[in-house]
């Protein structure tokens, strides 16, 4: 369908770009890979205290989350109460009045 209107520039008459799996596929495969770069590792102490740090910082990550979990289970648990529980002295209350009325 082509427009004679020349505010569109022949936009129009231009088919659209239709973006594949192949046409990404082929983009990816020619994608340049990065070069491999020599990283020497530590020696010594400097190895020993970055060894250190890494087993700290991951102990801290199991505490905080042993942390939120214990926390969460508490809340659960409190809530599960909670719920079985509404309405549960309410009840006791009418029944005891009702008895004493008859």
Do not use: W
Not at 2 to 25: H, M, V, Y
Not at 26 to 32: D, S
């Amino acid at each position: 369908m082509k427009t004679d209107n020349k505010d569109f520039g022949g936009a129009a008459s231009l088919s659209p770009q239709i973006t594949t799996a192949a046409a990404r596929d082929r983009l990816v495969k020619f994608r340049a890979r990065p070069e491999p770069v020599y990283a020497p590792a530590p020696k010594g102490t400097i190895r020993a205290d970055l060894k250190r740090l890494g087993e700290r910082t991951r102990e801290n990550q199991i505490r905080q989350m042993n942390q939120t979990l214990y926390l969460a289970s508490g809340a659960m648990r409190r809530d599960r109460l909670r719920a079985v529980n509404k309405g549960r002295a309410k009840a006791s209350f009418n029944s005891r009045t009702q008895s004493h009325e008859r």
